[in-house]
Structure formats: structure tokens, C-alpha cells
């Protein structure tokens, strides 16, 4: 057998995704910051892996989620998990705070971009500490970006209106997750690589909550579905 | 007698169960000019007597900013401290850019402390002959450590160490009970009372040979500047700790 060691030797650089989570919507409400996501690993346009929960807690008061390869969301988790533990090395009682890893992410992900190998990843980090929210964009180049809604993927594009429309950030939790299910329900019928099962987590003083998956309403009814007057007939 | 047949290198013991030459290294940190540090709930205060090597010469600073939030005063080798200084800055540069925020005190003094032990634990190495004092505010309170030359490390509620610093520690000993609850300029006179035990009998604090260093929750390290100690030198003649007692 011939081993070409060239080959093996020479590092590939991430060019595409192979296997992809779909859009991350992310809004503060008055007492913390709520995250939904779907549940979905695509594998190119083929619906894959339909119950993947993607919501990552990495510490007591912090949630970590994205869109993108998801393989390199795992090595991320792994990552995030490794400064957590290196409190207990040190033994000081001294715990990163959610603001520590959105900066470690940003850091990570420019250093990898810098490489011209990126991290595929659009992450969102969310926590409260010290009585504050915290909420913040890293994309796939290393910005970094402290908001009060982030949205990912296809999100930006579709819900920014309804965001916009329905929520402010001094809204309930029950309001803030009501907007991101409207969200996903028109993430599902207009984006193609979306699912109809969605995941929520929050965190607020008491910590952490993640919930069990849930299925959307979809509604496929609408007069214009049926008519099909926006659309022009073909004809011979 | 027989310490000299114990005490060549770091990596032979005595039959006590000492190595010598750590011991020895703790001997230059008791050489060198007093320093001292003392806290309360919300602010630290390091206190140093500067030498003058010469008429010619300037004082040697001992007390160095290592961040905002993080100060240091030393005792001993001048060189020794001042690599100790750069590696404790740049971690603190480090962890800023990695995570924007400040370097947790203790976790550093454990790194520093780490640093030393190597030392100690090498027969082509020597430790290091300066011990620090590490003043920090950090979100888990105010601290005041000290660093020995051994790679111990401690934490105090104040502390001197130096040349004569028994005669401050005995100061404390009498009236740190006072300390978490004084304010800024009882904790400076109550450091300026005790590094006045320890100077010699034909000394004096002057504004050129004192240092005072203060850290607070809200405010950064600075210096206080010759006039300001100039004030508080001042005050020093009628400074009273029991008046401190009745207040409360």
C-alpha cells in the first residue's frame, strides 16, 4: 500500500459546511434573554437529523447555541466547557461570567478566520449575571457584537419585521417566546432547510432552563396558498 | 555547622527536611527596605520606605501597577522583581484581550506562586530572591497577598515584610481589628504609624522616601503624589487609633 503522506500532512481548510443547524433566534425580556432554535441538522438539503437539541448550557448562568456546522458547534461546547473547568484547577471560586466567553468566542473565532479557517459558525451567547442580561452575536469572522435581539440565518432576513412589530425588550418571557414561535412558523414555510420542531431555553437570575421541544403550529391554508393569485399561470 | 555541607543547590535536603538555599533566598526578601499592606472592605493600601543608594541617586520605587485593579510591592532583589513584574502585567494583558475583563487576583498570585516553585525544584536554577505583596480587587472582594521566594503564597488582612518589619506586624497585631471598617485615610495613617515603628532611630518619613499606594472598588491604583503625603505625614503627630474606637 502506498500512504501518501502529502496529502495526509497538508491541513484542509473549511470551505463549506457538511452538515448544518438551521436559525437561531435570540431576545431579551425583561428579567433575562430567551433563545429558539430548531431542531434540525441538515445534511445539505436532506433533512437528516430532525432531534438534535442544540441548546448547550455551558455554565450556571450562560447558554451557548448556532447556526452553521455543526460539528464545529460541538467542538465549541467542548471548548466553553474547558475555561468553566479550569475553576476548579484553581480553586478560587472564581467563574467566568457569560460576558468572559462571548469575548473567548470572539477571540477564538478571529484567530481561526485569521488562519483563513474559520470556525462555520454563527454563535450566540447568552447569560445573566450580577443582575444583568447579556446577549451577544460572534460571527463566523470574529465580530463581536453585544445586542438586545440577535437573529441568525435565514431569521435575519424573515423576522426582523416581526421582531421589530412584536416585541420590545421589556416585554415578558411568555410574550418574548410567543415572537419567536410566530418566527419559526414563518421561518418553516418560506425557508427551505427549516424544521416545524423548535427548542427553547432561558436564563434569568435563578439560571438556566432549557425546555423540552415542541412542535410549532403551521398553518398552510392561507387564500393565497389555495388561489395561488400571486402566482403568474404558465401557459403553453 | 554542618549547613554548609546541606545548602550548595536547591535539590538536596537536609536532614532537618530544609533546603537551605530557599531559605537563604528568604533572607534577601528580609533585606530589603520595609514594605507593607493593609485592607479594609473596600480599599488597599501599600505602604514602602524607599532606599537612596546613594546622595547622588534617586529612591528605588517598590511599589509597581500591574493593572488597574492590581498592584504590587516588593521586598528584596529589585531585578528579580522586576521579571516577576513584566510576566504578572502581561497576564493581565493576556486575560484583558481574551475575555475583557480583569484578571481574578488569586488566580494570578497561584501562577506567580507556580513560578516560584519551579524555581525551587531545578538543580541548574536559583529561586527568586524577592517577596511580593499583591494588592487586587477582583468581583470576589478586596485582597492583599504575599509571595514568598519558597512558591508559598498567603492571604492577609495586612501584612509587612522587609528589613524591621516585626516592629509593623506588632502595629497590627494591636489595631488591625479596626481596619475592615476604617475608611481611606484612617487605613493610610494607620500604614504610615506602622512603617514608622520600623524606621530607625535617626530616620525620618518624608514625602521623598515614603511610597503609598491605594486600590479602591471604585477607583484605580494610583500613587499618592509628594504633597499628599507631605498631608498625611503631617497628621501622622496627631493621629490617635483610639479616637477610631470611640467613633464607633
Not at chain 2, 485582597?143 to 503564597?153: A, D, I, K, R, V
Not at chain 2, 515584610?161 to 494591636?174: C, D, K, L, N, V
Amino acid at each position: 500500500m502506498i500512504f501518501n503522506s502529502e496529502l495526509s500532512a497538508q491541513q484542509q481548510h473549511t470551505t463549506s459546511p457538511v452538515v448544518t443547524g438551521g436559525s437561531v433566534i435570540a431576545l431579551a425580556y425583561k428579567g433575562g434573554v430567551v433563545i429558539g432554535t430548531d431542531t434540525l441538522c441538515s445534511y445539505g438539503s436532506m433533512a437528516a437529523f430532525k432531534n438534535v437539541e442544540k441548546i448547550a448550557q455551558v455554565s450556571k448562568n450562560t447558554i451557548y447555541v448556532s447556526s452553521g456546522e455543526y460539528s464545529d458547534f460541538q467542538q465549541v461546547v467542548k471548548e466553553l466547557a474547558k475555561i468553566d473547568r479550569s475553576a476548579l484547577q484553581y480553586d478560587d471560586g472564581v467563574h467566568p461570567s457569560p460576558r468572559d466567553y462571548g469575548n473567548f468566542l470572539a477571540r477564538l473565532s478571529y484567530k481561526k478566520r485569521c488562519k483563513i479557517n474559520p470556525l462555520y459558525l454563527q454563535n450566540v451567547i447568552a447569560g445573566f449575571h450580577n443582575g444583568e442580561r447579556y446577549l451577544a452575536l460572534v460571527d463566523i469572522y470574529g465580530t463581536y457584537l453585544e445586542s438586545n435581539f440577535v437573529t441568525t440565518g435565514f431569521a435575519s432576513y424573515f423576522c426582523k419585521a416581526i421582531i421589530s412589530n412584536y416585541w420590545n425588550e421589556n416585554c415578558t418571557l411568555d410574550q418574548a417566546k410567543q415572537v419567536i414561535r410566530e418566527c419559526f412558523k414563518v421561518l418553516f414555510c418560506r425557508d427551505c432547510r427549516a424544521h416545524d420542531v423548535i427548542q427553547l431555553g432561558y436564563v434569568d437570575e435563578q439560571g438556566v432552563h432549557v425546555e423540552q421541544p415542541e412542535r410549532v403550529e403551521t398553518k398552510w391554508d392561507f387564500n393565497g396558498f389555495k388561489t395561488r393569485a400571486n402566482e403568474k399561470l404558465h401557459t403553453q | 555547622m554542618l549547613k554548609h555541607l546541606y545548602d550548595t543547590d536547591c535539590v538536596t535536603w537536609s536532614p532537618q527536611g530544609k533546603l537551605f538555599q530557599v531559605e537563604y533566598a528568604m533572607e534577601a526578601v528580609k533585606q530589603g527596605s520595609i514594605c507593607l499592606g493593609l485592607k479594609s472592605n473596600d480599599h488597599v493600601v501599600l505602604c514602602s520606605l524607599k532606599r537612596q543608594p546613594s546622595e547622588l541617586a534617586g529612591y528605588q520605587e517598590k511599589q509597581f501597577k500591574i493593572d488597574d485593579h492590581m498592584a504590587i510591592a516588593i521586598a528584596g532583589l529589585t531585578a528579580d522583581a522586576r521579571v516577576l513584574c513584566k510576566y504578572m502585567r502581561t497576564e493581565c494583558l493576556e486575560y484583558k484581550y481574551t475575555y475583557e475583563s480583569h484578571h481574578p487576583v488569586g488566580r494570578l498570585v497561584f501562577k506567580v506562586a507556580e513560578k516560584s516553585q519551579h524555581k525551587t525544584q531545578s538543580g541548574a536554577k536559583r529561586p527568586y530572591g524577592v517577596g511580593l505583596l499583591v494588592a487586587g480587587i477582583d468581583p470576589n472582594g478586596v485582597h492583599l497577598f504575599e509571595t514568598c521566594p519558597s512558591g508559598n503564597y498567603y492571604e492577609y488582612k495586612c501584612q509587612a515584610i522587609g528589613s524591621r518589619s516585626q516592629a509593623a506586624r506588632t502595629y497590627f497585631e494591636s489595631w488591625f481589628h479596626l481596619f475592615q471598617k476604617s475608611n481611606l485615610e484612617q487605613l493610610i495613617l494607620h500604614g504610615l504609624s506602622a512603617i514608622k515603628k520600623a524606621i530607625m532611630e535617626d530616620e525620618e518619613l518624608n514625602e521623598k522616601n515614603v511610597e503609598v499606594g491605594i486600590l479602591g472598588k471604585n477607583q484605580k491604583f494610583t500613587h499618592l503624589n509628594a504633597q499628599e503625603l507631605k498631608n498625611y505625614i503631617a497628621q501622622l503627630e496627631t493621629f490617635n487609633p483610639n479616637s477610631q474606637i470611640q467613633q464607633e
